[in-house]
Structure formats: structure tokens, C-alpha cells
């Protein structure tokens, strides 16, 4: 088994296992916090296209469909975790997929968000390659992630393989802001509290390129 195959497996493992109770597990409760405070950050408009990327069981998407009147989509590598969004949400698309590879067209979302999921991607510069690719050139992109200090990151990303729950690296600010930066996007707002960090970047369109590499819109 590779290394990705690894942290998907134990991911889905590990969040079917608790999809039924999520809200009521430490994942649930701390995620709480992070997903307040994305629906707050988070300024869509009617007719907008939203996709939640690692959507769990789709409180934040479901939240962001209740406050505006916009097309919402989520996705999740764990097909329990999915099945309770369908439960829950008739109104929004949810389907079983990686957050490394996005099934939807080029330029056809205006928001993309995730919450708490980057940490167990494999390569989470495939991610942010992918938001950009399905990101209209007025898109907006937040991530939100766990902060830690330098030496008990350290020691969790040590210790993080022998728990076996698909946790790969957490992020220092600077890393997750670079990682915008290096896919091109162009950082808007950043919020910081405790253990809680939340970028949010829009395309840089003079920046941006189609796949054959040509550029696909000048500013
Ligand atoms: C900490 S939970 C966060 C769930 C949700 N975003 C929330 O805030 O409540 C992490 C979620 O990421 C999902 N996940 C893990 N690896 C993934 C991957 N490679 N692609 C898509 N989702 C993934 C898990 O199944 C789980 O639902």
C-alpha cells in the first residue's frame, strides 16, 4: 500500500466509523468552532456554485445553503460520512470522491471551502491545483485548518502514523499561506484564534492558466 493509499484508507476507516455520531465525537466538537466561523468568512451569493471539500457530514455546506440561495455540492472520501449528508440535505449534491481530485468541470464553482481536511491529504498541492482548476477567475478559496506550536506539531506529525485515523502533516501558518501563493492565488483574509487558522484567497487572474498551459484570461 502506498503512502496515499495509506491516509485514504485509514481516513475513510476511521470517519465511517464515526460518521453516525460525528457532532458528538472530539472530531464533531472541535470542528464546531472552525465551521462558525467559515459560514461567518464566507460571503456567497444567490446563484452561486459552492463545493465543500472533505464535507463530513455536511453541517457547513448545509449551513452555507441555508444562507444563501446558492447550488451547493459536497464531497468526502468516506462514503458513511456521505450517506449521512444525503440523510440530512436533499437539496445539495454530495458524492464519495478525494479532495485531490475534483470531479467538476474547469471555472465551474465561485467558492470552494474546506474545513479541517487538508492534514489528511496525501499532497495537499494537488488540492490547491485542483481549486484553481475548477475555480471561475472571480473565485473564492478558504481553507481552514488546525494551528499548533512548532514542537507539538512536530510531535503529532511524528506520532500521527501510529493512531492509524489518516492524519498525515498539520500546517504552520506560513506553510498554509504559501501554499495559496504558490498555486496562484492571491491571499485575502486570514484569521487567526487558539488553535484555529483560516485563509481565504481569490484566483489571480492574470496569473491564471488553462491545462495546455496557455493563459486562459488576462487581467
Ligand atoms: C476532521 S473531519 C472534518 C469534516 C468537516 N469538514 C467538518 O468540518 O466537520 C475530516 C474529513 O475529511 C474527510 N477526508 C479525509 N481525507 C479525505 C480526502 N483525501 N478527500 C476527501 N475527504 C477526505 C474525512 O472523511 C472527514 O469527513
Known amino acids: 500500500m502506498n503512502q496515499s493509499n495509506k491516509h485514504e484508507k485509514y481516513s475513510i476507516q476511521k470517519y465511517n466509523s464515526i460518521a453516525r455520531n460525528y457532532d458528538t465525537t472530539p472530531d464533531g466538537r472541535m470542528t464546531a468552532d472552525f465551521k462558525a466561523k467559515m459560514l461567518e468568512l464566507c460571503k456567497a451569493k444567490d446563484g452561486d456554485f459552492l463545493l465543500d471539500v472533505g464535507c463530513g457530514n455536511g ?97 503529532f506529525d511524528l506520532f500521527s502514523p501510529l493512531y492509524k485515523a489518516g492524519d498525515n502533516k498539520l500546517f504552520s501558518h506560513r506553510r498554509l499561506k504559501g501554499l495559496f501563493a504558490e498555486n496562484d492565488f492571491c491571499v485575502t483574509g486570514i484569521y487567526k484564534r487558539g488553535i484555529m487558522q483560516i485563509v481565504k484567497g481569490g484566483v489571480a487572474p492574470f496569473l491564471r492558466l488553462s491545462h495546455d498551459g496557455n493563459v486562459a484570461s488576462k487581467p
Open 59 to 155: 453541517t457547513l455546506i448545509g449551513a452555507l445553503k441555508r444562507k444563501a440561495n446558492v447550488r451547493a455540492f459536497g464531497i468526502d472520501i468516506s462514503p458513511s460520512m456521505i450517506d449521512e449528508c444525503k440523510g440530512r440535505y436533499a437539496d445539495i449534491d454530495f458524492s464519495v470522491g478525494s479532495g485531490e481530485k475534483l470531479p467538476f468541470d474547469d471555472c465551474s464553482l465561485d467558492v470552494v471551502v474546506t474545513c479541517c481536511v487538508l492534514h489528511h491529504l496525501n499532497e495537499p498541492r494537488n488540492f490547491f491545483r485542483e481549486a484553481k482548476r475548477v475555480l471561475k477567475p472571480s473565485g473564492t478559496l478558504i481553507v481552514a485548518e488546525i494551528w499548533l506550536p512548532f514542537g507539538v506539531r512536530h510531535i
